[in-house]
């Protein structure tokens, strides 16, 4: 049972926490500088989460963007400077499921990428497992509903305690562990799906 | 489809999930260690969530744009100095509101006016100068301004507040140039049109009456009521 205190590998490099308050003010002063640094530490973190988020790369780029645009506009109100990471998450998690939100209305026979008929491509496409594992994984995930994507993505990726995630989603901290557990168990499921189905077809290509 | 795994405990399914110390209590955390000697279908889902843990954290990186382009960061900023200049402005009665309080608990000369004579003028009077709008309206902590000041440019300021009272304030420099008592409450600021003032009463009264910056209100004034 080994329980992490933080995860050293996830959570950003440490820095010098009175001159990181200090980078957040003035970047709440409106100076553009103190902005650009926040915005290159943690520009490739929070791509990655909106791109994972809605399943696809280019437009969690976009999101990203988004993402800061409306941190600039916002950085004036924001009242805790000390917990910016986590406003900063919540911030990207409202961007990420309006934006699911708006693409199912607009484009409703917009299809998420099935998990029980997943392209043969993906199988054959791929020939070093980690690849495979990669796409599995992406999968997996798409096919959770957002909340608790979103939930599994912060615990696990962004590396928040749950109730760092209680605060950055406005949830209380149990529905947070029950939505974190609850995401593990459709991952659990939607990965075992996607494993029995790559079985299944090299079983059948060896037949032939 | 059947699954091809055990589901674990109903009970420990949400603890299994957790990850770091701040997620669960050191006893809860001894407790599932033991759990899991005992029981498979736990201990296949503790482990198969380790490795989901150790898949996401090390989720490949989506190559990111470099940079915001600064043309936008700089629109926004011109959009939202607007902005930012509003909530100043709604923000100045609080901070007189405070400065007057504090202002009160010092010196006896401002309370003692307003508890026994009004100092206020009972017409509006030209020459009746103060510092600011707070020192009129919020001279007793009783009385506090129900809605905050627009930020527009407007000569006159028409202010409902705490006391039953309707002011009107010269924008300039906060002259009070008449006030207006009635029994009920009035909410939110009221509207100025066309010489017509259209008060908020709380008890659900609706009049209207003519006033301006130079007419003060009175009963003659009250153009249609109900």
Excluded at chain 1, 38 to 56: D, P, S
Excluded at chain 2, 97 to 116: C, D, G, K, N, V
């Amino acid at each position: 049972m080994s329980h992490l205190a933080r995860d050293p590998t996830l959570v950003s490099p440490p820095v010098d926490v009175d001159r990181f308050l200090a980078v957040v003010r003035g970047a709440q002063a409106g100076n553009i500088a103190a902005f650009d640094t926040l915005f290159q530490r943690y520009n490739a973190r929070i791509c990655t989460y909106l791109a994972r988020m809605v399943g696809n790369d280019e437009e969690g780029r976009d999101l990203a963007q988004e993402t800061f645009i409306k941190v600039w506009r916002a950085l004036p109100a924001m009242h805790d400077e000390a917990h910016f990471d986590t406003w900063l998450y919540r911030i990207a998690t409202n961007t990420a499921i309006d934006h699911l939100r708006r693409r199912k209305a607009r484009w409703p026979l917009w299809k998420e990428q099935d998990v029980e008929n997943t392209p043969e491509s993906i199988y054959i496409a791929g020939p070093e497992e980690q690849v495979e594992e990669a796409e599995h994984i992406k999968s997996a995930l798409v096919a959770l509903s957002p909340q608790y994507r979103a939930c599994l993505l912060l615990q696990h990726y962004v590396g928040l305690s749950q109730r760092e995630i209680a605060k950055s989603m406005n949830l209380s901290e149990k529905s947070v562990s029950i939505y974190v557990s609850r995401g593990c168990a459709q991952f659990r499921k939607a990965y075992a799906r996607l494993a029995n189905g790559k079985e299944a077809k090299e079983r059948k290509r060896s037949f032939k | 489809m059947k699954e091809s795994f055990l589901v674990p405990c109903a009970r420990w399914a949400e603890k299994l999930a957790t990850k770091y110390q701040d997620d669960l209590p050191y006893y809860e955390r001894l407790a599932i260690r033991n759990h899991l000697l005992s029981c498979t279908a736990c201990a296949a889902a503790y482990a198969f969530y380790q490795e989901i843990g150790m898949k996401l954290s090390c989720l490949a990186e989506v190559e990111p744009l470099s940079s915001l382009p600064s043309h936008l960061l700089q629109r926004e900023e011109h959009v939202f100095a607007f902005q930012r200049r509003s909530e100043l402005a709604s923000s100045y009665s609080r901070m007189w509101r405070q400065s007057i309080m504090e202002a009160e608990s010092t010196s006896q000369e401002l309370q003692s006016p307003a508890s026994t004579k009004s100092p206020l003028p009972e017409a509006g009077l030209r020459g009746w100068k103060a510092r600011s709008i707070a020192q009129y309206i919020l001279r007793a902590p009783e009385r506090f301004l129900h809605a905050s000041l627009t930020h527009l440019p407007v000569k006159v300021r028409y202010v409902s507040a705490g006391n039953n009272a309707l002011y009107a304030l010269q924008s300039r420099n906060g002259t009070l140039l008449w006030q207006y008592q009635k029994s009920t409450v009035f909410f939110s600021s009221p509207a100025m049109k066309n010489g017509i003032l259209y008060p908020n009463a709380l008890d659900s009264q609706i009049f209207l009456f003519a006033a301006s910056m130079r007419l003060r209100p009175c009963s003659d004034s009250f153009i249609w009521k109900r």
